[in-house]
T-cell receptor, first 112, second 112 residues
Framework: GENVEQHPSTLSVQEGDSAVIKCTYSDSASNYFPWYKQELGKGPQLIIDIRSNVGEKKDQRIAVTLNKTAKHFSLHITETQPEDSAVYFCAASTKGFQKLVFGTGTRLLVSP | DAGVIQSPRHEVTEMGQEVTLRCKPISGHDYLFWYRQTMMRGLELLIY????????DSGMPEDRFSAKMPNASFSTLKIQPSEPRDSAVYFC??????????FGPGTRLTVL
């Protein structure tokens, strides 16, 4: 089955810096790649997603890139703010939004 | 809409007892998902339903776990008998393709 690896496990940046989180997946049939943000004591919340027919997607300070050949995708957050501090999860699925396989998470800490 | 509702938010029980977790999905969503989150194994999909019918239960760890969805607005995840290794945060999510899965706030289960 699908396997998703995520790096780094923790990431500390200064406010205003950029943050990059990387994920690799194993199943070349995967076609949907969402990113979720989880704040303490809450459930994960979708922040951006990308489908296999697109190489890049941007939403304000957040962007995701997908390299299908290398089977990896990345989350880019620019001009980080303290409220970006949270755990971020990547996921992949071969069945659209249904059967998501999650990465192990990245704890992002943005210091003022 | 109030979002996905889960109850209880916290549950502490003793080994061997039956535990029932409850979920009310967002109205109109035809998919419902149950996840388990632990430090060791991350976020795992246990089972999901489409139009109240179980589609994939391959993530259910063992026969002690069972899930039902008697109608479009209610689902339960039952553990009988519970064991300490079942301690985790259990999330319910709902959605309709091709859009995102919306997660509930989770139930923190502690089995002593």
């Amino acid at each position: 089955g699908e396997n998703v690896e995520q790096h780094p496990s923790t990431l500390s940046v200064q406010e205003g810096d950029s943050a990059v989180i990387k994920c690799t997946y194993s199943d070349s049939a995967s076609n949907y790649f969402p990113w979720y943000k989880q704040e303490l004591g809450k459930g994960p919340q979708l922040i951006i997603d990308i489908r296999s027919n697109v190489g890049e997607k941007k939403d304000q300070r957040i962007a995701v890139t997908l390299n299908k050949t290398a089977k990896h995708f990345s989350l880019h957050i620019t001009e980080t703010q303290p409220e970006d501090s949270a755990v971020y999860f990547c996921a992949a699925s071969t069945k659209g939004f249904q059967k998501l396989v999650f990465g192990t998470g990245t704890r992002l800490l943005v210091s003022p | 809409d109030a979002g996905v509702i889960q109850s209880p938010r916290h549950e502490v029980t003793e080994m061997g007892q039956e535990v029932t977790l409850r979920c009310k999905p967002i109205s109109g969503h035809d998919y419902l998902f149950w996840y388990r989150q632990t430090m060791m194994r991350g976020l795992e999909l246990l089972i999901y339903f489409n139009n109240n019918v179980p589609i994939d239960d391959s993530g259910m760890p063992e026969d002690r776990f069972s899930a039902k969805m008697p109608n479009a607005s209610f689902s339960t995840l039952k553990i009988q008998p519970s064991e300490p290794r079942d301690s985790a945060v259990y999330f319910c999510a709902s959605g309709s393709p091709p859009y995102e899965q919306f997660f509930g706030p989770g139930t923190r289960l502690t089995v002593l």
